[in-house]
Structure formats: structure tokens, C-alpha cells
């Protein structure tokens, strides 16, 4: 008899999951919040062990061809000040490091996984566990049956709360960030493919995303930043008479922007029991957006990570999906747990 994946969350996490799943001979269910699978937010670095695992799942050329390998890049301060040029020779890292626009990477997932798999406008609200078997309860009474819970749901995440209903919340990190995204702006990068500034409480990358598009992030100790400040725009104004000319016509051409606090919170002592699973943690902070941009699960704080991190071997799907199943629940040596990257 087929078993059955339910899993809470169409981010990228959710699918990468639900694709693997699927490989290995079971029938997945994908639960979203929001009325279309949509992914929020702006950049991603995919490093050669996540392209590994993204050719496993069938999508890497599809996804490489919506991205870009950068390979010249410059370190500035922030009035232009050159620290330091340098090429990365193809294959340095034993493979590319692309860097993708989020709506690429979770395009061709959802693409791969088929819409169909996926029920929309579905808040799952929690679920019962009896060690072999899972329910899911959705806000309108609804109610889903399946042998394995995935719960790849963001920060706010329904699954790991009722796992960890004494986890303390998400603490200030000290840090706020504005990233963009914008299309046409190239030539302000000249030669180069990506600018990587670094200054007292700031930092900043603009970096080549696609054959037309830059990602680009400023990320400063929140104490540069007028108390309740939190648009975007007047932030920018704040804080680009600090940088040179090319912070400058980016950011200046930039219409899809936002802002964030950066939060920090320690690591679960596990992330599964009996027949569920939540995402294990693969970065270094959560992201709490200054306003929830329509309440999908699928927050900020999705990566391909969510087989790489289970997996040593980032290129052994049937591994990646053992580990994701397997009885074995010990506390995992994380460290402080993770769920948004610089690149965010």
C-alpha cells in the first residue's frame, strides 16, 4: 500500500520535500495558506551541494538556467573604497554556485511538483499523531490522514510549535535589513558580478541573479535606524549618503523592496517524532517580517536546505528521505538554529 506525505507549507522547502518524497515511491499532499503558491522574498546562493541535490530532484538544469554563476566580484567600503578584486576560477568549489531569484527556484519546483498537488487556501491549525499514522485539522474543519507530517510552514511554523509548545519566542537580534530585487539595472555593476560592501554596523551585497537581474540586501545593527523606523524607502534615503555611486543607481532603480528584523532563537532539541517531521535548521537567523505580506506558510526562511541538511550526502536523495523517515529522533549538535541567510 502507498504511503501518504502530508506536508504544511508550499514554500521552497515544502516542494524540494514533497519532490523527494515522491521519488521514493509516496504519494504527497501539499497544504498552503495563501490563495496561490507564490514564494516571498528575493535571493538565494545555491551551492554546489545544493545543486547536487536539485539534479537528484530533476531541476537543477531549469534552475540554472533561470540563474547565474557570478565569479567577478569586488569588496568596497562603503564610499567605494576598494579592498579588494577577485575572480573565482569555474569549478573552484567542486561545482557552480549559482545565485537564483526566489520565484525561479520556486517556480520550477512547482512546476516539477504539479499544481495539482497542492491545496490552496488551506490554514492547517494543527494535527494528532498516533506514533504510525497523522491527521491534519484545517481551520475551516477539514481534516487530512497520512503516515508522515512534513512541516515546512516558516518561522511561524503550527507543526514545530506543537512540537515545542515551551519553546521560547524568536529574541531581537540587533539587526534589520532592506533587500530588493530589480530587473535592467546591469550596467551599474559594470565588469563585475557582484559588489560586496563592508563598513562600521553595515553590510551590503549587490549581486547578479539572471540574465537580466540583480539581488541585492543592506543589513545594519539596528541602532543606525531611527526607532519605528521600518519603511523601506526612508532607510535607504538614511543610509545611502554613506555609499558610492553604485549602492546608489541600484537601490535608486529598485520598486520591489522590504524590510526586515532579524531575530535569533536557540535550536529545538529535536525536530521529529514518531511520524512528523519540521524543517531542521540550516542558517543562522529567522526573519520576522515588519508585516506579514498575506499569512502564506511559506515565509522567508526557505531554502533547498531542507534535504541538504539532513543529508551528508547532499546528491543521495533515497538518503535524504531515510533520514527524513527514519525512527532514529536524537537531539541534533545544531548550535544556534538558523533559517535565513545573508542572502535572504
Known amino acids: 500500500m502507498t504511503r501518504t506525505a502530508l506536508i504544511v507549507g508550499a514554500g521552497i522547502g515544502g516542494l524540494s520535500a514533497g519532490l523527494a518524497l515522491r521519488k521514493a515511491g509516496l504519494t504527497i499532499r501539499i497544504f498552503e495558506r495563501s490563495p496561490s503558491p507564490r514564494e516571498l522574498g528575493f535571493g538565494l546562493a545555491l551551492a554546489p551541494n545544493a545543486i547536487a541535490a536539485l539534479r537528484t530532484l530533476g531541476v537543477a538544469d531549469v534552475v540554472t538556467a533561470r540563474s547565474f554563476e557570478p565569479r567577478r566580484a569586488e569588496v568596497r567600503r562603503p564610499d567605494g573604497t576598494v579592498l579588494k578584486r577577485a575572480e573565482l576560477p569555474p569549478e573552484v ?36 499523531s498516533t506514533g504510525t499514522r497523522v491527521t491534519l485539522q484545517m481551520a475551516g474543519g477539514g481534516v487530512a490522514d497520512g503516515d508522515v507530517l512534513i512541516g515546512a510552514d ?113 535550536s529545538i532539541p529535536f525536530w521529529g517524532k514518531d511520524a512528523v517531521r519540521t524543517r531542521a535548521p540550516e542558517q543562522d537567523r529567522d526573519v520576522a517580517p515588519a508585516r506579514a505580506p498575506d499569512g502564506a506558510h511559506h515565509g522567508d526562511d526557505e531554502s533547498v536546505g531542507v534535504l541538504r541538511s539532513r543529508s551528508s550526502r547532499a546528491d543521495d536523495s533515497s538518503q535524504a528521505v531515510r533520514e527524513i523517515l527514519r525512527e532514529d529522533q536524537s537531539p541534533r549538535g545544531y548550535g544556534r538554529e538558523s533559517i535565513m541567510n545573508r542572502l535572504g
Do not use: K
Request: charged content about 20%; cysteine-free.
Open 154 to 266: 516558516g518561522v511561524g511554523s503550527v507543526v514545530r510549535r506543537a512540537m515545542h509548545p515551551d519553546e521560547a519566542p524568536p529574541r531581537s537580534s540587533g539587526i534589520v535589513a532592506v533587500r530588493g530585487a530589480v530587473h535592467g539595472a546591469l550596467r551599474h555593476l559594470g565588469d563585475l558580478h557582484a559588489v560586496y560592501y563592508l563598513g562600521r554596523g553595515v553590510e551590503s551585497m549587490f549581486v547578479r541573479a539572471s540574465d537580466t537581474g540583480i539581488y541585492w540586501f543592506l543589513s545594519m545593527a539596528r541602532a543606525l535606524v531611527p526607532a519605528g523606523m521600518q519603511d523601506p524607502r526612508a532607510i535607504l534615503a538614511l543610509m545611502s549618503p554613506r555609499f558610492d555611486s553604485t549602492f546608489r543607481a541600484v537601490t535608486s532603480a529598485t520598486d520591489d523592496l522590504r524590510f526586515d528584523e532579524l531575530v535569533d532563537r536557540d
Open 93 to 128: 568549489l567542486g561545482g557552480p554556485m549559482i545565485i537564483a531569484l526566489r520565484p525561479a527556484l520556486h517556480g520550477a519546483l512547482l512546476e516539477a511538483v504539479g499544481v495539482d498537488a497542492v491545496a490552496l487556501e488551506n490554514d492547517v491549525t494543527g494535527f494528532t
